[in-house]
């Protein structure tokens, strides 16, 4: 099956060689950092997490949502998803190479992560997800081959998948958890010690996944022989809807709560973040960006005319997915270190260095990608010929 | 060269012996716990170590004395720029040490002051809590050590520690080391460190550097011995720890 990657046409070919190149340009960079120290990062002593491990939290909740059409499709025999679900499952095994790919260019010992596992240590939920993560990838490379082999030989699928799709559902929910749990459980982290945070997660994951599915399934549409199936986009559709609306319902219950209880560790971080805390504000301008894209976002979603425009959706997915990977991807992160263990601020601007290492991550995820989805559509082309 | 079998099987069968007495031997050495509890017989123990800072005698120049003493003996680089520092001991204002105690109308005499930091070597300590590695753990003496080979640079302890008491290297430090002491490791880029009580020291029966540098502003001991010179400050002066809401239970008193 692999060998359908490795034939296509020159478009075809020309995304791939401009992702290669882009994946080429950040492992260089990497090598510099690497070898340089992380002093090139914009990360300081007190923000010493920043965009990488924002994205690894993104993309594990992009990894997760994959739930969305495989809870559906296998378990309540929701038809409209079976021509989807594949390329749910396949974003789901690319998500996940990019989280970990994102948690090894931000450590300063990659060569030492063996020790994790050398030195098993059950109270780290970073031990957790060292476990999990590559488990729940497994998961869904087998789901999603054994599925589709069996469609290419047009044969059932094999038993033995039954038991890992459902193995693979609360999993999902398993992994976006645990990366919630990352952060929920530090001690004097108040803009992180919520309860909400998981479910925060959950919900945010819910509609940034499912967005980009969208947009791909779109894509897959122009550009093949293979229609995803509009009824089945709109479905996903109305649930990117719903989940933007939890999103920031759940946003407007960590403001209740903290500034209605007025306790000032609770306050400072939310109030760094949308307001300004003592004359610093670099997030300001992109909260409220993300604020105004998952309404807009939202607003189109709820209406029936655009979820059926193939345009309009695809657009409307876009300002969701962008509003949540500015949300969670960055500021969620960056808020929780501000202000400091000491009462200072210190703020934090991603550098260059970092911005094109993310870029090659992104490109070497795609790439990823658009191997498995070229595989996967000329499949789904061939069964409807 | 000619063997036949016999002597084949000579050399075979002696080096065999040697190399399983070798290995044997190794093994009996190496083994986890063997050289590590071959403490010398001066060594300095106790079950919970603890440390008294007065703040009326840690003047500045007192705490310049300690803070140079630590990081001379520990191979701490000096890094000017705050983002890539690293420290082990410091002096913060009240405000930043005790930020959940920070009190507008604080006594003038106390806002002046600044206090010396370090590692809490907290009874509950976060940071050991959510090491993935354990490369960073709680001695049976109370002390929270940090094994710098082992940290893969995750840098979770720094996001779980509520007292900003740890440092991450950046950078190679070695080019920043002042004058390097020979008999204390120096560190490599990408690894977190922090305040060990000098646990080497007290090993040789070495009162902490800082300790020794202090004239008696910084008093050190047993917490769990009722009878030690701390327990005796408890007991009779008002103290206060850093952040004793947080539940971690910090080994580090202040007398105010």
Not at chain 2, 71 to 95: A, G, Y
Not at chain 2, 187 to 197: A, D, M, Q
Request: charged share 20%; aromatic share 12%; with cysteine.
């Amino acid at each position: 099956m692999i060998e359908r990657a490795l034939t296509g046409s020159k478009r075809y070919w020309e995304w791939i060689g401009i992702l290669f190149v882009l994946s080429a340009v950040g492992m260089m960079t990497y090598l510099v950092q690497r070898f340089s120290g992380a002093e090139s990062t914009g990360l300081s002593r007190d923000v010493s997490w920043g965009l990488f491990i924002g994205n690894y939290t993104f993309f594990v909740g992009v990894a997760a949502s994959a739930v969305i059409v495989v809870l559906p499709y296998y378990v309540h025999d929701y038809k409209e998803f079976g021509r989807i679900a594949v390329f749910g499952e396949f974003l789901a095994v690319a998500a996940i190479a990019i989280a970990g790919l994102f948690i090894f260019v931000d450590i300063g010992q990659p060569l030492r992560s063996f020790n994790i596992l050398l030195h098993p240590t059950p109270g780290s939920p970073l031990f957790w997800d060292t476990i999990i993560l590559p488990v729940y990838m497994a998961l869904n490379v087998l789901i999603a081959w054994g599925v589709l082999e069996a469609e290419e030989k047009s044969i059932p699928p094999c038993g033995w998948i039954k038991p890992l799709i459902y193995i693979s559902i609360p999993w999902a929910i398993g992994i976006q958890t645990v990366s919630a749990f990352v952060y929920a459980g530090l001690t004097g982290r108040e803009f992180w010690n919520t309860a909400i945070l998981a479910p925060r997660f959950l919900v945010s994951a819910f509609a940034s996944g499912p967005a980009l599915l969208i947009v791909m399934c779109i894509l897959i549409k122009r550009l093949t022989g293979f229609d995803p199936g509009k009824k089945a986009l709109g479905q996903l559709a109305v649930i990117v809807a719903y989940s933007m609306i939890l999103n920031l319902f759940f946003i407007v219950l960590e403001f209740f709560s903290s500034f209605y209880s007025g306790i000032p560790s609770h306050t400072q971080s939310l109030e760094y973040l949308f307001f300004g805390l003592d004359g610093h504000g670099m997030l300001v301008p992109w909260i409220w960006t993300s604020v105004t894209l998952a309404i807009a976002g939202t607003a189109l979603l709820v209406v029936p005319r655009v979820r059926k425009n193939d345009a309009m959706l695809a657009a409307a997915c876009i300002l969701v997915f962008v509003s949540v990977w500015i949300d969670k991807g960055f500021c969620m992160v960056v808020a929780g270190f501000i202000p400091s263990p000491m009462a200072t601020i210190t703020e934090y601007v991603p550098s260059l260095f970092e911005v094109i290492i993310t870029i090659g991550i992104w490109a070497m995820g795609f790439l990823m990608l658009s191997f498995l989805y070229k595989i996967a559509i000329s499949v789904k082309e061939e069964a409807i010929i | 060269m000619d063997i036949n079998r016999r002597e084949f099987l000579k050399i075979a069968g002696a080096s065999t012996i040697v190399g399983i007495l070798g290995g044997w031997t190794a093994v009996e050495v190496l083994a986890p716990g063997e050289l590590e509890s071959r403490q010398s017989p001066q060594a300095l123990n106790a079950k919970r170590w603890a440390m008294v800072v007065d703040t009326k005698r840690m003047d500045e120049a007192n705490a310049r004395n300690c803070i140079e003493a630590c990081h001379r003996i520990h191979n701490v680089p000096s890094i000017d720029d705050t983002k890539s520092e690293v420290k082990w001991v410091w002096l913060e204002p009240f405000e930043h040490a005790f930020p959940l105690s920070n009190n507008e109308y604080l006594a003038e005499s106390i806002k002046e002051r600044r206090f010396l930091v370090f590692c809490n070597h907290c009874d509950d300590p976060p940071c050991a809590r959510v090491c993935p590695t354990k490369a960073t753990w709680k001695r049976e003496d109370g002390i929270v050590m940090m094994d710098q080979h082992r940290c893969i640079g995750c840098r979770y302890c720094m996001a779980a520690c509520p007292y900003g008491s740890r440092s991450y290297n950046w950078k190679d430090p070695r080019p920043f080391i002042k004058k390097g002491n020979p008999d204390y490791p120096t560190r490599s880029n990408g690894v977190v460190e922090k305040c060990t009580f000098c646990a080497e020291r007290l090993d040789q029966g070495l009162m902490p550097a800082c300790v020794e540098a202090s004239k008696g502003a910084l008093i050190f001991g047993d917490l769990a011995d009722s009878a030690s010179e701390v327990r005796e400050i408890l007991r009779t002066h008002y103290t206060i720890r850093r952040k004793l809401s947080l539940g971690t239970d910090p080994s580090v008193f202040y007398m105010v």
